[in-house]
């Protein structure tokens, strides 16, 4: 593999300054360019040996020889995944980051008791290390999950010529694809049962593998692993939140709550922002997306999960977070994260997407979360 020449006066003249902090980087990935030879592709591989994925005595030995950088920062070096390396970006930021290859991400939908799937799932590779991850879960037909998730990929792309500013990209292209579908289905399925038709969304982009921004309507869920504990990137959408209820109200909507005690919008819709719906948009039902923002700290953040709430319905987040600990893989997170979601009772379609990110494997000696054992408890008891 051949690496970019970079030279330190460049470095110095970096506009931070950051030439003292990423010195000793360049130092350790100038001299592994002169061996990546060994084995013709440079990439991160988490062991305790600490080295890097080539097995050569020659390598492990140089890395070792490298004064003043810290490869504990790097991640858990546990880690079972071979993870290529952003050299560029490494050199900048003064650490080593790793790229989240497509091949390693993974996603899993079931159709579970529902007699057709409504949930779709993308992943795709917008442009060189910018990531795209879309979770969408369709209700009243898959008339709006299709359009949406098939179509999403039109207005990121325009907007991302427009702005490097992904919350205004996320922003500008839920309101686009909201009014193209809009005027797609009044002119075309205006006497249509498709008219009652709608799907949440749940967007990440991830550009540099440390810059993470999540766009999202409805209750389909983004979580983090961080230091081995759940962080939400999303909020549920529904009626019973008082912002969200307060909005409804104030366009002459009703909160009516069915015989199980789920809030509905007007008796219909148990969200308050989704795709569709258009029959609710002048009752305060809003494409317009909550957007989160975050930093991925890749010696802290195990892996990325989406799912729609099918999932979330039968496990909680830190439930979540436990079961992909204890896999091998992504793939294997994926099985058991389904798998679980139906034994303990959804019925509805489960989809999940487990990304992987640097720390991949650092918190699978944790163990797993007590309600998760009691969860299990209750299950069986149910055929007593």
């Known amino acids: 593999m051949s690496f970019p020449k970079l030279c330190k006066s460049c470095l110095m003249q970096h506009p931070n300054g950051l030439f003292h902090k990423t010195n000793h980087v360049y130092r350790a990935l100038s001299q592994l360019q002169h061996h990546s030879s060994l084995n013709g592709k440079q990439t991160l591989r988490h062991r305790n040996v600490r080295h890097y994925s080539d097995s050569s005595d020659n390598k492990s030995k140089l890395l070792k020889n490298v004064r003043g950088v810290n490869l504990d920062t790097i991640g858990s070096w546990n880690n079972k995944l071979s993870l ?12 080593i980051i790793p790229r989240v290859p497509l091949d390693e991400i993974h996603a899993l939908s079931v159709i579970g008791r529902r007699k057709e799937n409504e949930d779709r799932y993308i992943i795709e590779e917008i442009r060189p290390n910018l990531l795209y991850f879309g979770m969408f879960d369709g209700h009243g037909g898959d008339f709006a999950v299709d359009f949406v998730s098939s179509h999403m990929i039109d207005p990121l792309s325009f907007w991302l010529t427009q702005t490097p500013n992904l919350s205004s990209v996320l922003k500008h292209s839920f309101c686009e694809l909201q009014n193209l579908l809009a005027r797609h289905l009044a002119y075309y399925h205006l006497d249509n049962e498709n008219i009652k038709t709608g799907t949440t969304a749940t967007v990440c982009l991830l550009r540099n593998s440390t810059e993470l921004v999540v766009g999202h309507v409805g209750d389909s869920l983004a ?37 199980q005690g789920i809030a509905h919008v007007n008796g219909r819709l148990a969200m308050t922002r989704s795709f569709g719906d258009i029959e609710l948009k002048s009752y305060g039902v809003t494409a317009t997306p909550f957007i989160k923002s975050i ?47 139906q034994h303990f009772g959804s019925e509805d379609n489960v989809t999940v997407m487990v990304i992987p990110l640097g720390a991949w494997g650092k918190f699978e000696s944790l163990p797993a979360s007590s309600t998760l054992s009691f969860g299990r408890m209750l299950s069986n008891s149910r055929n007593y």
């Open 295 to 341: 930093e991925v700290k890749h010696s802290h953040d195990a892996f990325l999960v989406l799912g729609s709430d099918g999932l979330s319905f039968a496990i909680s987040d830190q439930e979540i977070v436990d079961i992909v600990n204890q896999s091998h893989n992504p793939e294997e997170a994926c099985n058991r994260l389904t798998d679980q979601a």
């Open 223 to 259: 979580v983090l692993c961080r230091d081995g504990k759940a962080l939400r990137l999303t909020e549920d959408h529904h009626p019973d939140d008082s912002d969200e209820s307060s909005r409804i109200l104030e366009k002459g909507g009703k909160i009516i709550c069915n015989s």
């Open 84 to 95: 290529p390396i952003l050299y560029e970006q490494s050199v900048k930021k003064g650490k």
